[in-house]
T-cell receptor, first 112, second 107 residues
C-alpha cells in the first residue's frame, strides 16, 4: 500500500512568487493535514482538511491557503512568497479526524 | 487542545532503556496521548498512543499516570537508530506538535 506522497520534493522560488505543493493521502484516508517546519524548529500546524472541507487552520496569514479535492488529495498554495517561508512542508493523512497520522517525506521550499 | 511539555534534549547509552517524559496537565478526559518521532528531516513516524491504560507495541511502551497529567515513553533497548526528535502530543481533533525531545543515543 502506498504511503502519503508529496510533490515536488524540492521547490525553489523567488520572493513574491507563488508556490503550489501537492499531497496524496493514503488510500481511504479522508483527513489531510499540512505542517510547516522551519530549520531547527518544531512542526507548526497550518491547515486541516476533512471530507473536502477546511476544518481548522493555524496561525498563518491568509496567503497560505489550500484545498482538498474529491479524491481527498490536497494542495497547499503560498502566495507572495517571503524569505521566511523557506521550510520543509509536511503533509499527513489519517483515516478519520481522531486517528494516528501518517506523514509524507515533505516538500523542501526554498525562497531566494 | 491540551499543551504538552517535554525536556528539550536527553542522552541514553546504547542498549539501555530510554525514558522520555511528557507533561500534559490540561488533558481532557477524551483526549489521547500520541507519540511520534522524527529522524533527520524525514516526516514524523507514529510510535504509540494511549488513553488511560499503559500500552506496549513492538516499538515502545507508554506509561500514563493515573491522573493522566503526564506520561513516559519507554524504548526498552535503545539503539543508535533511535536517535531522533520525539514528540508527545495530545489532541482530540486538531493536532499541533511542539519542539519535542531530541534523544541522542550514545555508543
Amino acid at each position: 500500500e502506498a504511503g502519503v506522497t508529496q510533490s515536488p520534493t524540492h521547490l525553489i522560488k523567488t520572493r513574491g512568487q507563488q508556490a503550489t505543493l501537492r499531497c496524496s493521502p493514503i488510500s481511504g484516508h479522508t483527513s489531510v493535514y499540512w505542517y510547516q517546519q522551519a530549520l531547527g524548529l518544531g512542526l507548526q500546524f497550518l491547515l486541516w482538511y476533512d471530507e473536502g472541507e477546511e476544518r481548522n487552520r493555524g496561525n498563518f496569514p491568509p496567503r497560505f491557503s489550500g484545498r482538498q479535492f474529491p479524491n481527498y488529495s490536497s494542495e497547499l498554495n503560498v502566495n507572495a512568497l517571503e524569505l521566511e517561508d523557506s521550510a520543509l512542508y509536511l503533509c499527513a493523512s489519517s483515516l478519520t479526524a481522531n486517528e494516528k497520522l501518517f506523514f509524507g517525506s515533505g516538500t523542501q521550499l526554498s525562497v531566494l | 487542545d491540551a499543551k504538552t511539555t517535554q525536556p528539550p534534549s536527553m542522552d541514553c547509552a546504547e542498549g539501555r532503556a530510554a525514558n522520555l517524559p511528557c507533561n500534559h496537565s490540561t488533558i481532557s478526559g477524551n483526549e489521547y496521548v500520541y507519540w511520534y518521532r522524527q529522524i533527520h528531516s524525514q516526516g514524523p513516524q507514529y510510535i504509540i498512543h494511549g488513553l488511560k491504560n499503559n500500552e506496549t507495541n513492538e516499538m515502545a511502551s507508554l506509561i500514563i499516570t493515573e491522573d493522566r497529567k503526564s506520561s513516559t515513553l519507554i524504548l526498552p533497548h535503545a539503539t543508535l537508530r533511535d536517535t531522533a526528535v520525539y514528540y508527545c502530543i495530545v489532541s482530540r481533533v486538531k493536532v499541533t506538535f511542539g519542539t519535542g525531545t531530541k534523544l541522542q543515543v550514545i555508543p
